[in-house]
């Protein structure tokens, strides 16, 4: 192995040799810096994908049903995804999703129920072809708010199912560096093959 290059390095090389990538989605944990990633690449000329979860909860009810209603809210989530994918499918530059399909499994999997057939379906044959950057739970920046209520616990253990979702549709996720925006949105550049 070439002296301070690591793993990490070598699969962000992986992703540098084949077809362009179409996509890159953000995933991970809720309060890593996401949002943060996703405005400053809007602002420097990514196309992307607005944060869909939060949309549906600043919806008139959006709170109560992601509460009383959790299964309804996740239909409601993967129907978001699926317009925003077929919103993009005709682009012919990269676009950056505000995660994706898997994350409603992994959100599934923290309810403890079964996955729906239509969503297994959707995750095993409408695909993302580009970079999946997981941003990881990130102690010194969690805060909760209005629409992100979950404990610090809960996010780490939201973090271990969508990742694992992800992984289970055989995706492989890259870790974004715990470091700023700066940084992160030099990773971003290099695995879509854009312009520094």
């Known amino acids: 192995m070439e002296r301070g290059r690591g793993p990490k390095d070598r699969r962000i090389e992986q992703h540098l040799t084949g077809v362009r990538p179409r996509h890159a989605v953000l995933t991970g944990a809720p309060g890593a810096g996401k949002t943060t ?6 602002a420097a000329g990514i196309r992307t994908s607005p944060e869909l979860a939060r949309e549906l909860l600043r919806q008139p009810g959006g709170m109560a049903l992601r509460e009383t209603d959790p299964l309804l809210f996740a239909e409601a989530m993967l129907d978001a995804h699926l317009r925003e994918y077929q919103r993009f499918s005709g682009e012919v530059q ?4 505000d995660r994706g399909f898997p994350d409603v499994v992994g959100f599934y999997d923290l309810t403890g129920q079964a996955i729906p057939l239509r969503l297994d379906q959707v995750c095993r044959t409408i695909r993302y072809h580009g970079p999946i950057l997981r941003a990881a739970p990130w102690a010194e920046i969690y805060r909760q708010d209005a629409e992100r209520i979950q404990t610090w616990e809960e ?6 199912a969508i990742i694992a979702a992800w992984r289970r549709y055989g995706y492989d996720v890259i870790d974004l560096p715990l470091a700023g925006v700066e940084e992160r949105l030099s990773v971003v550049r290099s695995l879509l093959q854009l312009p520094a």
């Open 37 to 42: 990633l996703l405005d400053a690449a809007g």
């Open 94 to 97: 990269p676009v950056m999703f």
């Open 155 to 160: 996010a780490v253990e939201s973090d271990r």
